[in-house]
């Protein structure tokens, strides 16, 4: 075995890390083909920085000759064709290297994870797998600084767990943990090795001192600290389903499924899905313009209870093209041909659509209600089905809204509200809209009350479920709500001032992917409401907070002549990309609601902390509660037996001495035990008293020809192990209430049983090497001689 | 001199012997007067007075082993006379002969018959003083009958009388003209005792009180030998748990694997110390042995059988305090749960 340098073993370990490091992107990223030329870029790194020290240039510029490295190395990948001989720096080559990288930032701001890798993020992770490499490097093998290299380390891991919404899986924690144990362990072999050097056989083979135990603590210390910064946080409590039982957003019974047979409840419970599962994916050939929300379902009918779908026949096939949408003005719309596949995961007999598809193209039974353009199946199912869509773009501008004329009579019905509408309702309605004339203004009145900052709304996915009349009022007192809540009472209040309206069930746009390609998932579950302008048929309105939803469609936005824009939230995020979606907040919301469910009063945060409290406090009192159950079963074990009896009572009387603190030696006799423990507590006379009982008890069980029964030995138990325990300082009762003498000697046992498996393997591991050793020794040598006959 | 001798006076019953209709509370009350009566005698030795009490009791023989004048011989003799018993002194020389020990036929002219003439050995309490000083043929004499409590001369076996102790003496730091006993002979005693110097207060109350007149003059006698044997079958009754005798043979073995010793304990030993317990439990009034009996016995039984390496002893490590050391480590036997 050849001998190799401490610094060549650091600067091999360190980029070993370095590269160990960047496997959680793994995790964001949807393609995995970049670790070859990560891997590259982390051996350039390390062999820069070993062949420039090995050659004695200035330690300063080391890190700058790998910088200059890294560098190169992108541009060979991403700007070889501007570069002179592939490689030499032009000035297109620098152009092209600040473009691409600006690509990478756009997509990497666009995209929710797992993003997609073109050459932009390609250059970011191999650029940052570079760069991780130069820090550790930097940090270990010239300044020796290794503890300081687990922030490098942990770089990519942070990135990756902060970019995914649904919380990275706890393994990808491990390859960077242990890349930097292992750097860990070969400094310290090698500051150790500083110090001389050893005779052992196997120092001298591997021209290391015999740094083997050292080795061995290391191991043995990082592999608990490990297990258990693994286990720990697994093991801790959180109110979650796995918990608790399927919350209400669990879908039950549905597993992974998405299922839309009540399209309300459904949108709720999969706002609340806390896996965003996938839904479909829709591309076309408009690339990013293409962006739309998708219906599955429309409610036409307000009942005073609650938004449903009318009963509509169906008679029509797809097969021959759909119906001009009702109230458009016939004209010369763009069209856009969508491809939509539906993933196995959702199910419905739905068909996800644009708004307002002309044509369908799609296997199986598929028939149209003509008002709303919704189709759907008899008996059949989307789930996993391909189709083309062709959708008009209807884009109708704020003259054209403004100027509509009073709606037809085809859509009367869409006026229909219940008699008595909540006075909160009608009131705030009339309020709201005071100043506008017109029935756009109106509309557009009502959406800015509920989007901006006079209304004071609150996006809450927690909030109670449903849309009734009780609970339409309760949301404008609370002004909390999600989507659904949003929806339905703008379209009530739309038909209570006049303005023909329904509410539309289905998905925001979603997130683009690149390639035309959009992501729908559980989480851009949405609703919205469509308000009817004649010649402008059912226009898309948005009064969920823009947090949510990105800006409000452009058609329904008054321009003033003060504020130019009622949307002072989300002025960043580009029209047809929704950058922010569903999900971030839900989540949030999620953790800790799970206790404030149901009720038509307003969710109170008392319960909640009071019910973290209880939780906390059961937490902490579990392991003396255990002890104490454990003591009772023990008495009741005893059952009438005297002996049995006694020793229960000197199992108490040991576990109070040791909770107190008092030293239990078990080469003592019960006699000198007692005397030991009465000093030692300090004891009174009636409790020393107490005391020679329960001794005279257990040398009665222990060592007589036979137990008599003892009296009130359980009592007088209890007498002095409350004396003792009154004996000892406030930390060790506390001490003794959180982790109760009998846990804790397990948890020595278990950390002793640890150790020793670790010692196992490490033994087994040594081994495993002297053998292989071994054989190739006797591999190297002549194999002997046949003797000569 | 001795009254005319008896054999089979006390003849040591068989094992379907009569429980006595004595209870342990006689045996406490017993112990404390002779203990007390002793106690007058010997000054501010109460735990050695105990210790030789137990030794009677539990049918064995003490070896002391100290400096002249401390009172060896005055313990042996007043513990004789507080139980009205026989005692004899045999006062070992190199000239001793085993015959002197045992005892011989001689021929007698009227009778025409040959006639046993019972040597020192025979009464209650023996005392062997300078034990050290005789022939091993004469020491081993000594030796063969306390462990067979009978004597026989020309084919005829004389029993020893009950109860019978053997108290010998040995000074250690004499060497000339010595024949210290070698380790198997040790093993015999059940309990080597020291006396040591008595207190300044106990020596001055001794001057007070033994200053003119002889010290056991006053001394009468609180109970018989035959009491005493009674006692002696009713401490053979005491219980002995298991956890006891196990606890017993782990201290006993310790000291076999102990680094510090070159000679560990033999199985009489362990022997020795159960039956100790059992009398030193008895005096207490209780029916059963305690490891505190058993540690409050271990350094005296053991003690005088353990032979500590060199490093120990230049570590002034003695037996006794080996013993200590085994007593902190060995766990007490715990029930089965």
């Not at chain 1, 806390?274 to 929300?293: G, I, K, M, Q």
């Not at chain 1, 704020?398 to 008595?420: C, F, H, I, K, T």
């Not at chain 1, 509920?450 to 609970?471: K, L, M, V």
């Not at chain 1, 004396?723 to 397990?746: E, H, V």
Request: glycine residues 8%; contains cysteine.
């Amino acid at each position: 075995m050849s001998s190799l340098s401490a610094h060549g073993r650091l600067t091999i370990v360190a980029a070993l890390a370095a590269w160990l490091s960047v496997l959680p992107l793994f995790a964001i990223t949807q393609t995995d083909d970049w670790i070859v030329p990560a891997a590259i870029a982390v051996a350039l790194v390390s062999g820069t920085g070993y062949v420039l020290r090995k050659l004695g240039v200035p330690s300063l510029l080391v890190p700058v000759a790998q910088l200059a490295v890294i560098v190169l190395w992108l541009g060979v990948l991403v700007a070889n064709d501007v570069a002179l001989l592939g490689f030499i720096p032009t000035t297109d080559w620098a152009t092209r290297l600040v473009d691409v990288f600006q690509e990478g930032l756009d997509v990497t701001s666009t995209f929710v994870a797992p993003i997609p890798v073109p050459r932009g993020v390609l250059m970011l992770v191999i650029g940052g797998a570079g760069v991780v490499a130069l820090l550790v490097d930097t940090l270990v093998v010239w300044l020796r600084r290794v503890p300081l290299a687990g922030v490098p380390l942990a770089a990519c891991y942070t990135v990756a767990a902060t970019a995914m919404t649904t919380g990275l899986d706890w393994w990808w924690f491990l390859p960077p943990a242990a890349g930097f144990l292992a750097l860990l362990v070969s400094e310290g072999r090698t500051r150790v090795a500083a110090w001389g050097r050893s005779a052992s056989p196997s120092a001298r083979r591997s021209g290391i001192p015999e740094t083997d135990s050292l080795a061995r603590n290391g191991r043995r210390v990082g592999a608990v600290a490990l297990a258990v910064a693994v286990a720990v946080p697994g093991l801790a409590p959180v109110l979650t389903e796995g918990v608790l039982g399927p919350g209400r957003g669990g879908g039950g019974g549905g597993g992974q499924t998405i299922r839309t047979d009540n399209p309300i409840i459904d949108l709720q419970r999969n706002l609340q899905r806390r896996e965003n599962v996938e839904v479909l994916r829709y591309s076309s050939s408009a690339d990013t313009e293409a962006a739309t929300y998708i219906r599955i379902v429309t409610l036409d009918v307000f009942d005073g209870e609650e938004w449903k779908t009318s009963d509509r026949p169906v008679p029509d096939s797809v097969d021959s093209g759909l119906p001009w949408p009702q109230g458009l003005d016939q004209a010369d719309w763009p069209v856009i041909d969508y491809d939509i596949n539906v993933s196995p995961d959702f199910s419905s007999s739905w068909l996800p659509l644009p708004y307002p598809a002309q044509r369908i193209d799609v296997e199986g039974d598929w028939r149209y209600h003509a008002p709303t353009l919704d189709v759907v199946a008899d008996g059949d199912d989307v789930r996993a089905r391909s189709y083309n869509v062709q959708s008009l773009v209807v884009e109708p501008t704020v003259e054209a809204l403004r100027n509509a004329g009073p709606p037809s009579d085809d859509v009367d019905a869409m006026l229909e509200l219940p008699e008595e509408l909540p006075s909160e309702v009608t009131d705030l309605a009339d309020d709201v809209t005071g100043d506008a004339t017109d029935d756009f203004s109106k509309a557009a009145a009502l959406q800015q009350w509920f989007r901006g900052p006079q209304g004071g709304f609150e996006y809450d996915i927690e909030s109670t479920s449903g849309h009734t009349a009780n609970a339409l009022v309760d949301f404008l007192n609370d002004r909390r709500g999600y989507c659904e809540q949003f929806a339905a009472t703008m379209a009530i209040m739309a038909r209570y001032l006049g303005i023909p309206a329904r509410v539309a069930v289905g998905f925001t746009a979603g997130d683009y992917q690149g390639n035309g390609t959009y992501l729908v998932r559980a989480h851009d579950s949405h609703a919205w409401p469509e308000l009817y302008f004649e010649g402008s048929g059912w226009v898309r309105f948005e009064p969920t907070p823009a947090a949510i939803t990105g800006r409000a469609p452009d058609w329904t936005v008054v321009p003033t002549q003060n504020a130019p824009v009622p949307d002072p939230t989300d002025p960043n995020a580009p029209t047809s990309q929704p950058t922010s979606t569903a999900p971030s907040i839900p989540r949030d919301d999620e953790l800790g609601g799970g206790a404030a469910s149901g009720g038509q009063q307003p969710p109170s945060q008392w319960p909640l902390i009071l019910l973290g409290a209880l939780a906390l406090a059961a937490f902490f009192a579990t392991p003396s509660v255990a002890a104490r159950i454990g003591r009772r079963l023990r008495w009741r074990q005893a059952g009438d037996h005297p002996g049995a009896l006694a020793e229960a009572a000197w199992a108490d009387l040991r576990e109070a001495a040791r909770d107190a603190g008092h030293s239990w030696d078990p080469a003592a006799t019960p006699r000198s035990t007692g005397r030991r423990l009465a000093t030692a507590a300090s004891l009174g006379d009636d409790d020393r008293q107490l005391l020679d009982h329960l001794v005279g008890a257990v040398e009665q069980a222990r060592y007589a020809r036979q137990a008599e029964p003892v009296e009130a030995l359980h009592d007088d138990t209890e007498l002095v192990r409350r004396s003792i325990a009154r004996s000892a300082s406030i930390g060790r009762r506390i001490k003794a209430f959180l982790l109760p003498t009998q846990y804790r000697d397990s948890a020595v046992e278990a950390n002793r049983r640890l150790v020793e498996g670790f010692d196992w393997i490490d033994a087994t591991g040594e081994r495993l090497r002297d053998s292989v050793a071994a054989s190739s020794l006797r591999r190297r040598l002549p194999a002997p001689r046949p003797p000569a006959e | 001199m001795p009254e005319p001798f008896n054999p089979g006076h006390h003849q040591p019953q068989g094992p379907g012997e009569v429980v006595p209709e004595l209870a342990l509370g006689d045996l406490a009350d017993t112990a404390a007067r002779v203990q007390a009566a002793i106690g007058s005698v010997i000054e501010g030795k109460p735990e050695v007075i105990k210790l030789a009490f137990t030794v009677l009791l539990a049918e064995g023989h003490i070896l002391i082993e100290d400096v002249p004048g401390v009172g060896k011989t005055m313990l042996a003799k007043s513990v004789a006379r507080a139980i009205d018993c026989t005692v004899r002194r045999i006062q070992f020389t190199p000239d001793l002969m085993p015959s002197d020990v045992t005892g011989v036929s001689v021929f007698n002219q009227s009778t025409r018959e040959f006639e046993f003439k019972p040597g020192g050995v025979f009464a209650n309490i023996v005392v062997g003083d300078e034990i050290n000083r005789a022939s091993p043929k004469t020491q081993s004499a000594l030796l063969e009958c306390m462990e067979e409590r009978q004597v026989t001369v020309d084919g005829t076996t004389y029993q020893l009388e009950a109860p019978f102790m053997v108290v010998a003496t040995q000074n250690p730091i004499e060497m000339e003209g010595t024949y210290p006993l070698p380790e198997a002979q040790r093993d015999r005693f059940m309990m080597r005792l020291s006396m040591g110097y008595p207190s300044q207060q106990a020596e001055i109350e001794m001057i007070d009180t033994h200053g003119s007149t002889s010290a056991l003059d006053p001394l009468e006698p609180v109970t018989d030998a035959a009491h005493v044997h009674k006692l002696v079958r009713l401490v053979r009754g005491v219980y002995v748990a298991d956890a006891i005798k196990e606890y017993a043979v782990a201290l006993t073995s310790a000291t076999r694997t102990s680094p510090d010793l070159r000679l560990g304990a033999s199985p009489r030993a362990t022997l020795h110390l159960i039956r100790a317990a059992k009398a030193w439990a008895g005096l207490e009034g209780r029916e059963y042995v305690l490891p505190d009996d058993i540690q409050a016995l271990a350094a005296p039984v053991l003690g005088h059988r353990l032979l500590p390496t060199a490093e120990a002893q230049i570590g002034r490590r003695d037996a006794g305090s080996i013993v200590a050391d085994l007593i902190q480590r060995i766990p007490q036997p715990e029930p089965a749960r």
